[in-house]
């Protein structure tokens, strides 16, 4: 079973991509949280929360990358 190296590095790449979110994600609401009294709190809040799932998503879709590189 040969893996097919471009399929594998835009894996790769996705994965990447995520790791950056998956750190700021979670720093983002938790400086919203920490200000709440402020009234940009929903902004902040919802930007941590997209970046959150952006994270999840990247990484969901580069590891199905990989898997598919190895198996096709």
Do not use: W, Y
């Amino acid at each position: 079973m040969p893996t097919n190296k471009d399929v594998l590095n835009k894996g790769l790449k996705l994965l990447t991509f995520a790791l950056p979110c998956a750190f700021v994600g979670p720093a983002v609401i938790h400086f919203a949280f920490i200000n709440k009294q402020q009234p940009l709190f929903p902004l902040v809040f919802g930007i941590g929360i997209v970046l959150a799932f952006t994270a999840i998503f990247l990484m969901f879709k580069g590891i199905i990358t990989i898997i598919n590189s190895m198996t096709d």
